[in-house]
């Protein structure tokens, strides 16, 4: 059983900055690739960033030069800082994690946490 805990959600002003976090608990699984989404009231949960077990990073192009995912895989927690945020980042944000049980691979979801960011 593994489960994935976000935090670090919350309400600030439009400029401002955020730092999401999402840890890995329970059973020791693999962790390859973790990913940040988002979801908007009424619309489609979309991918924000994505970085691999190596580090390698893909972003999103409304929050490239923004928003910056990292991870620190001792601590199998991914990094989520947000900077310069606009009302439109305004969402529900959910952590996602690609684990490995042997050559068995599944997938895991956080709760989701709110990010709102008023004018």
């Known amino acids: 059983q593994v489960q994935l805990v976000e935090s670090g959600g919350g309400l600030v002003q439009a400029g401002g900055s955020l730092r999401l976090s999402c840890t890995a608990s329970g059973s020791m699984y693999v962790i390859n690739s973790m990913k940040w989404y988002r979801q908007a009231p009424g619309n489609q949960r979309d991918m924000v960033a994505d970085i691999s077990s190596f580090g390698a990073t893909n972003y999103a192009d409304s929050v490239k030069g923004r928003f910056t995912i990292s991870r620190d895989n001792a601590k199998r927690t991914v990094y989520l800082q947000m900077n310069s945020l606009k009302p439109e980042d305004t969402a529900v944000y959910y952590c996602?994690?690609?684990?490995?049980?042997?050559?068995?691979?599944?997938?895991?979801w956080g709760q989701g946490t709110q990010v709102t960011v008023s004018p």
């Open positions: 996602y994690a690609d684990f490995a049980d042997g050559d068995v691979p599944f997938y895991g």
